[in-house]
């Protein structure tokens, strides 16, 4: 007896699911990667340094800011004296808490002098200056 059978259709492999499988991957990635918060970067000109070193800045470190009139910035806005000091208070607050200060040359040294008795005030004695490296030719 001959048994008839259908024609099959053929295989093939559908790209609705692989698709909805690729963007729940993405969304998970997005979601679970913790991102890196990016300082707001001040229009500084930067002292010159025979010494300076490359050092990347970590996490922990509070970056303030002195612009060429010799207005403190936190996370690139700029900040009285109640909150610089309330931020370093905070910092303190950390173990070995770190501070590093942007300044630009053309800033008088009073200005400076402040931000690093503020410092001080709060015991913090691990400061740091950004400097750029001098170019060699």
């Not at 692989?18 to 930067?46: G, N, R, S, W």
């Not at 008088?108 to 750029?132: A, H, K, Q, W, Y």
């Amino acid at each position: 007896m001959r048994i008839a059978h259908e024609e099959e259709e053929a295989v093939e492999v559908q790209m609705a699911p692989l698709i909805d499988c690729v963007f729940l991957l993405l969304v998970f990635f997005l979601v679970a990667t913790t991102m890196k918060k990016i300082e707001p970067q001040l229009p500084l000109e930067l002292p010159v340094s025979q010494a300076a070193l490359r050092t990347p800045a970590e996490a922990e470190t509070l970056v303030i800011g002195i612009d060429v009139t010799g207005q403190a910035h936190l996370r690139g806005q700029p900040a009285s004296n109640v909150q610089l000091h309330q931020a370093l208070r905070e910092a303190a607050q950390r173990p070995n808490p770190r501070v590093r200060i942007d300044v630009d040359r053309r800033v008088p040294f009073e200005f400076v002098v402040r931000v690093v008795d503020l410092c001080s005030f709060e015991g913090i004695r691990n400061v740091s200056f950004l400097t750029r490296e001098q170019p060699r030719y």
